[in-house]
Nanobody
Framework: QVQLVESGGGLVQAGGSLRLSCKAS????????MGWFRQAPGKQRDLVAS???????NYADSVKGRFTISRDNAKNTVYLQMNSLKPEDTAVYYC?????????WGQGTQVTVSS
């Protein structure tokens, strides 16, 4: 069984920074893609950023230059460094793990950016 445990959300003022972490446990295959999605109230869940096992990254246009995704393969952990946060970044952020055996989600962590 695969579990994803997120941490690091919270309340921050516009222009501030937060760092999210997500640790995966269980049967984790070495070839996988880990990422972060977010969902604001009344909106669909959208990709924020992803990183594969070779550390190739992908970002949504709205966060390019402000957010950085990284991973520690030895710890099965993915990080999302969020800088220059804006009120429109407010959402529940979900960790995602995609590998050949399936797609897995964390429980979500709230990020609130005040203006």
């Amino acid at each position: 069984q695969v579990q994803l445990v997120e941490s690091g959300g919270g309340l921050v003022q516009a222009g501030g920074s937060l760092r999210l972490s997500c640790k995966a446990s269980g049967s984790i295959f070495s070839s996988n893609v880990m990422g972060w999605f977010r969902q604001a109230p009344g909106k669909q869940r959208d990709l924020v950023a992803s990183v594969n096992s070779r550390s190739t990254t992908n970002y949504a246009d709205s966060v390019k230059g402000r957010f950085t995704i990284s991973r520690d393969n030895a710890k099965n952990t993915v990080y999302l460094q969020m800088n220059s946060l804006k009120p429109e970044d407010t959402a529940v952020y979900y960790c995602n793990l995609n590998m050949y055996s399936g797609t897995y989600w964390g429980q979500g962590t709230q990020v609130t950016v005040s203006s």
